[in-house]
Structures are given as C-alpha cells and as structure tokens.
C-alpha cells in the first residue's frame, strides 16, 4: 500500500526538491568528474548511495564521469597471490608483478562491478580503462623514491569518453595508462580524475576522501576548513598542514583548478548522499578549492 505523508513531511519534500532546483540549473548540461574510492566503495550501502546520486544527476542533464581506485581490492587480491604491498608518501609501489593484478582488479573486476550496479539501480553506464582507445598515455613516473610501474600521465584523449557521455551512458573509468611500447602502468586514481576533468573541461571536480576534508588540526574538528585558494596550498603542505595521502589530493585539485575546472571539492564519502548535499547546497560539506 502507498504510504502516505501528512502536510509537514509533503511540505519538507516540495521544499528539498524547489531547494535544489537553482543548482540543477546551474549544471545542467556541465561536466562533473567524480573520484569514487576510500569507505564509500567497500561499504555496500554508502556505495548505493553514491551509485543514486550518480544517476539521479544524470537524469536531471547533469554528464558525471566516474573515474575509480580499488586499493583495498588490489591488496586483498596481493595479500591471496603473496604478492607484498606497500605504500611511499601515499602512492602504491606496483612492481611487475603487481601491475598486473592492478588491471586484472581494476579493469576487470572492480570496473564491471560498478557498472553492474549502476545499470542494477536504473542508471545506464558503460566502463573504460585508460588502455580503451589508448585513452590515457603515460609514462614511467619518475622521482625521489622509484614507485615501480607507477603512471606519470603524458595526454588524455577525451574522445572516447564524450562518445559515451554524448550517447547517454555514464562512463565508469578505471585508473591505468598505457605506455608507447603498450606496457601498463598503475595511476593513482586522484591524478587520472583530475587530469581527464581538465581534457574534459568539466565545471566540477570531486574527490570522495574518507576525511571531512582538509583541516588545520585533524584532531580538531573545529579546525575544518570549508574553503581555500590555489595559491594557499603549497604552503599547507611545506608547513605540514596537508600530509601523507592528502598530498596527492591537494595537488590534484590545484591543478585541476589550474587546468580550467571551476572548482574542485573534497567531500567525506562517510557521509549518505555526499554529493548531492554537497552539489545542491550552498553550504555543502568539505574543502572547496578554487582560484
């Protein structure tokens, strides 16, 4: 039987919806580049929740590219072959034998899995890795600590990707590269986001961290930072503000600002419906960064 809402709680919905209205406006037609990793892809009903968000944004003309990690699928599956994992500054070290677990999981399973329950709650999705179209090249990244086959992206072709968008799918893209001599490489999946948000000139770019987002004292919660400018970034991370995995993610918002992307957001994937609340409020949740 149908359930039915007395006047306060059919007013408090008209409200949400007429609320949002302004924002779906604001990006209908635009390009979101959404980084999906940390808790909300292991915990099954987080991950319903952002799989909602993703279609319900595509439905109201909103294109969402999903770009995706997998690391506690990848050392799961080590761990069973034996292989050993480890991290340097919050980048996986991927030796030769490891590469090629990070595309089997990746690519294959973690990939599809997505896809699947996409296409399962109504969406219609179709999933690509950096190989597919040789959509993202690379290069071996070079360094201080040698990381293995650990990607440095050298071009994107969007091509591929806006075929997809442009045919009404969601792309679901898995973070790998390929070389000039077809080897495979390991990308972290923050750098892919934000380099495919930039050859896509997409409006928005957003990494969903397992934190609130960036802080001055991660023991302080009222130390939260809600909003912060390129320029100020290098600076938190030399006064050691921002460390360890944070690092990357900073520095692939600001170059994805850099790069033409009108803001990019950090949001606690923790939280049910994060990118929604985020999108569609002006108060939103985590860091955002801009110029």
């Keep these: 039987m149908k359930k039915r809402l007395n006047m306060a709680e059919q007013s408090m919905k008209a409200n949400i919806l007429t ?49 995706h990690g997998g690391g506690p699928e990848i050392t799961g ?3 069973a072959m034996g292989i050993e994992s480890k991290f340097i500054n919050g980048l996986r070290y991927t030796s030769e034998e490891a590469v090629k677990v990070v595309q089997m999981v990746l690519c294959g399973k973690t990939n599809k899995d997505l896809v699947k329950l996409i296409c399962k709650s109504g969406g219609r999705a179709i999933g690509l890795c950096g190989l597919d179209g040789a959509m993202i090249s690379t290069k071996k990244l070079e360094g201080q600590d040698d990381l293995g086959f650990v990607g440095d992206i050298t071009a994107i072709d969007p091509t591929p990707i806006l075929d997809i968008m442009n045919a009404g799918y969601i792309p679901v893209i898995a973070a790998v590269g390929v070389d000039d001599s077809g080897q ?10 934000a380099a495919i948000a930039t050859s896509l000139k997409a409006e928005n770019i957003i990494l969903m961290t397992d934190i609130r987002g960036l802080m001055l004292d991660p023991e302080d919660p009222s130390s939260f930072i809600s909003e912060a400018k390129v320029c100020e970034l290098e600076a938190m991370i030399q006064d050691g503000v921002v460390t360890g995995g944070m690092i990357p993610k900073v520095r692939c918002c600001a170059y994805a600002v850099d790069g033409g992307v009108q ?21 939103g949740i985590g860091t955002m960064i801009h110029k």
């Design 263 to 283: 803001k990019a957001f950090m949001i606690d994937g923790r939280i049910p419906h994060a990118i929604l609340i985020e999108m569609f409020s002006d108060e």
């Design 77 to 79: 599956t080590m761990q």
């Design 19 to 67: 609320a949002a209205l302004p924002y779906i406006q604001k990006y209908a037609g635009k390009i979101v580049v959404i980084k999906y990793g940390g808790n909300a892809m292991t915990n099954d009903e987080l991950k319903q929740d952002v799989m909602s968000d993703i279609i319900l944004l595509n439905q109201v003309g909103i294109k969402v590219v999903l770009v």
């Design 184 to 193: 495979v490489y390991n990308i972290n999946a923050d750098t892919a986001a």
